[in-house]
Every structure is written in structure tokens, then in C-alpha cells.
């Protein structure tokens, strides 16, 4: 039962510093996501990817990068960390797009930018 | 962007009150998803509506989806400590593939 597994799930960066998140699935879903999580703010969309070797930003990309090299795997990488970026991160994924479809959200992982 | 209004933010209540939240939005939806997020945990999907007017019952809680696809609720009967979380309502985004905006969520906490 593992579906989608995000690593690691706790994490303190100094600024200027850069890290990846781990982000895979188990379920052979071709849509895959990274939301961030801000108190009072809701799920704000990061990058996204429709199938493998395809990404493409989402509301708030700016200081992000990520890949999809395969269908399991969607890391996100942080590069020059900024207090800003302090967050929850929650990957997700989905079999497709079209309405109907659930989505599944990994625990989280909280990061800190000190 | 389209946007997902929810109210309230925050509800704090007694075991056994009825609660409504409300998620709206000034455009139209295909379809409408709630989602429940408890603490240290990611949200998991509750329903999906589509049919404008649809009303879904999942146990103690029933979801409406306005007739005009702008507008879903979320109503909770006798509430219990255990329907304490986040509840978060999403559409599609417009321009075709279902990526899924977020409203901001209510927050509730019900209290024994």
C-alpha cells in the first residue's frame, strides 16, 4: 500500500543552500504533482508533469526545478533555498487528467529555510 | 486562474452541532472535488461532483453542487471530534487537462 512516497519528511536548509525532494508512485500514474503548502493559503501548484519526460509550471515555479525521467519518479529540487520557501510540500499524482479523477497526496515533507 | 472561494476559514464547534462550508467561484466547473486533510497527513479525496444540482451523501456529510456549476457545500450532521481537519475543495483549471486549483480550506475542530 505504499502509493506516493515523498522523502524526506523533515528537513532544515540554511539559505543559499540547494536540495532535492524525492517524489515516487507505485500506481503506474501517468500525471504527477507538487503542490506547497502555506498556513491559511490552500495547495498552490508548483510544476506538474502529464506523462514522462514532460513537465510544465504551475502557479508559483519560481525558484523550483524538477524532471521526469520516469513514470514513478518526480523529484523537486530547490536551488539557492530562501526563507521564502519555508513550506509543507506535498507530491502527488493521478492515473490521467479529465474531471473524476483522484488525486493521491503523499504525507509531506516540511522544510525550514534558516 | 480560476478562483475557489471556501468559507468559513475556521469553524470551531461542539460533538453533535450540524456545520455548512461553502466553496464558490465566479466561473464555471466541469466538476467539483472535496478533500479532507488531517494534521501531519496528506488530503484525501472525499467525493467528486459533476452534475449541476448533484447531491452525494457520504454517511454523515452530504455535497451539493450548484446548478450552475459555480458553487459546491459540504454539509456535516451531528458532527464528531473525528470530522476535525482541513476540508478543501478543487476544479480543474481551465485550459483543458484536469490540474486541480485549491481553494484556501476550512478549518474545523470539533470539540467532545
Known amino acids: 500500500n505504499a502509493g506516493v512516497t515523498q522523502t524526506p519528511k523533515f528537513r532544515i536548509l540554511k539559505i543559499g543552500q540547494s536540495m532535492t525532494l524525492q517524489c515516487t508512485q507505485d500506481m503506474n500514474h501517468n500525471y504527477m504533482y507538487w503542490y506547497r503548502q502555506d498556513p491559511g493559503m490552500g495547495l498552490k501548484l508548483i510544476y506538474y508533469?502529464?506523462?514522462?519526460?514532460?513537465?510544465d509550471k504551475g502557479e508559483v515555479p519560481n525558484g523550483y526545478n524538477v524532471s521526469r525521467s520516469t513514470t514513478e519518479d518526480f523529484p523537486l529540487r530547490l536551488e539557492l533555498a530562501a526563507p521564502s520557501q519555508t513550506s509543507v510540500y506535498f507530491c502527488?499524482?493521478?492515473?490521467?487528467?479529465?474531471?473524476?479523477?483522484?488525486?493521491?497526496f503523499g504525507e509531506g515533507s516540511w522544510l525550514t529555510v534558516v | 486562474t480560476q478562483l475557489l472561494e471556501q468559507s468559513p476559514q475556521f469553524l470551531s464547534i461542539q460533538e453533535g452541532e450540524n456545520l455548512t462550508v461553502y466553496c464558490n467561484s465566479s466561473s464555471v466547473f466541469s466538476s467539483l472535488q472535496w478533500y479532507r486533510q488531517e494534521p501531519g497527513e496528506g488530503p484525501v479525496l472525499l467525493v467528486t461532483?459533476?452534475?449541476?444540482?448533484e447531491v452525494k451523501k457520504l454517511k454523515r456529510l452530504t455535497f451539493q453542487f450548484g446548478d450552475a456549476r459555480k458553487d459546491s457545500s459540504l454539509h456535516i450532521t451531528a458532527a464528531q471530534p473525528g470530522d476535525t481537519g482541513l476540508y478543501l475543495c478543487a476544479g480543474p483549471r481551465s485550459g483543458g487537462s484536469y490540474i486541480p486549483t485549491f481553494g484556501r480550506g476550512t478549518s474545523l475542530i470539533v470539540h467532545p
Open positions: 502527488a499524482s493521478s492515473r490521467t487528467g479529465g474531471s473524476g479523477n483522484t488525486i493521491y
Open positions: 461532483v459533476v452534475t449541476g444540482g
Open positions: 508533469s502529464v506523462g514522462a519526460g514532460i513537465t
